[in-house]
Nanobody
Framework: QVQLVESGGGLVQPGGSLRLSCAAS????????MRWYRQAPGKQRELVAG???????SYEYFVKGRFTISRDNAKNTVYLQMNSMKPENTDVYYC?????????????WGQGTQVTVSR
């Protein structure tokens, strides 16, 4: 089974920055698409950003140009750089890797990491 280990979350002041990392093991990392999600208590998990196996990136509107998703296939790691943090960015963040196969779909999730933006 593929394992995803997230790190980099924590407490940051408004206007500060965090860099989330998600390291994968047990897979050929380069063939997967990657996504970052967020989830607040009692709310549905929602997409933040994605990057395809070919390197194409996409972002949801609430990022407002402040977040950047990237990947390093040599390190089996996907990142989310978060700048100019706002209190509304306080959520649990999850990484996800996925691909579609001929006989099955493959979809793996990290354990989640708490991000808190507060003075």
């Amino acid at each position: 089974q593929v394992q995803l280990v997230e790190s980099g979350g924590g407490l940051v002041q408004p206007g500060g920055s965090l860099r989330l990392s998600c390291a994968a093991s047990g897979s050929i990392f380069s063939i997967y698409n990657m996504r970052w999600y967020r989830q607040a208590p009692g709310k549905q998990r929602e997409l933040v950003a994605g990057i395809t196996s070919g390197g194409f990136t996409s972002y949801e509107y609430f990022v407002k140009g402040r977040f950047t998703i990237s990947r390093d296939n040599a390190k089996n790691t996907v990142y989310l750089q978060m700048n100019s943090m706002k209190p509304e960015n306080t959520d649990v963040y999850y990484c996800n890797i996925w691909r579609i196969g001929t006989g099955a779909n493959y979809d793996y999730w990290g354990q989640g990491t708490q991000v808190t933006v507060s003075r």
